[in-house]
């Protein structure tokens, strides 16, 4: 079945640090892929989405491309702030853009320090 | 502003107790969505909707129960509460073209 596998956490990183988050998925189609934040005590918010091969997410300074060869969606930003201390997922759906239901990477939990 | 309102946002129950977790949304999307968030952050997908009189089972095996009769509404009952149920739950919302709305999440503790 569709699955998608993230790095394993916990990652923790001083400010102004590069940030990756590796996040790979297997598809029996061809999914839109995702990037969600969660909070402290809040639900999920998008970060970037990417509907098609080579397609660049960007939100917030955070990119990730998607790439076809790989399987692949690295999460990344050049210089994490304190406040992106959070839950990261990566997600996918398929059905393109008549979004159907998703299915969600463990998450990463990534704590920034000042 | 959220579009999707979860209520109640805590609850801690009996164990027996019959309890329903509300979900509405007010932007008329046909697909929603019912997940539950372990302890360990997962999200597993618990019960789906593709419109009124649709609901559907997910990936993940649920003792709960869904209904939708009407568009905006989506609720969850769990029947007896146990604390296997101890969980967050995280209600959706999607919409061709437009892409997924979720709410802030039910925090349910059985004890």
């Known amino acids: 079945g569709d699955s998608v596998t993230q790095m394993e956490g916990p990652v923790t990183l001083s400010e102004e640090a590069f940030l990756t988050i590796n996040c790979t998925y297997t598809?029996?189609?061809?999914?839109?892929l995702f990037w969600y934040v969660q909070y402290p005590g809040e639900g999920l918010q998008l970060l970037l989405k990417a509907t098609k091969a080579d397609d660049k997410g960007s939100n917030k300074g955070f990119e990730a491309t998607y790439r076809k060869e790989t399987t692949s969606f690295h999460l990344e930003k050049g210089s994490v702030q304190v406040s992106d201390s959070a839950v990261y997922f990566c997600a996918l759906s398929l059905g393109g853009t008549s979004y159907g239901k998703l299915t969600f990477g463990q998450g990463t939990i990534l704590t920034v320090h000042p | 502003e959220a579009d999707i309102y979860q209520t109640p946002r805590y609850l801690v129950i009996g164990t027996g107790k019959k309890i329903t977790l509300e979900c509405s949304q007010t932007m008329g999307h046909d697909k929603m969505y019912w997940y539950q968030q372990d302890p360990g952050m997962e999200l597993h997908l618990i019960h789906y909707?593709?419109?009124?009189?649709?609901?559907e089972k997910g990936d993940l095996s649920s003792e709960s129960t869904v209904s939708r009769i009407r568009t905006e509404h989506f609720p969850l009952t769990l029947e007896s509460a146990r604390p296997s149920h101890t969980s967050q739950y995280l209600c959706a919302s999607s919409e061709y073209g437009y892409g997924y709305t979720f709410g802030s999440g039910t925090r349910l503790t059985v004890v």
């Open positions: 909707s593709y419109g009124v009189n649709s609901t």
């Open positions: 598809a029996t189609g061809y999914p839109s």
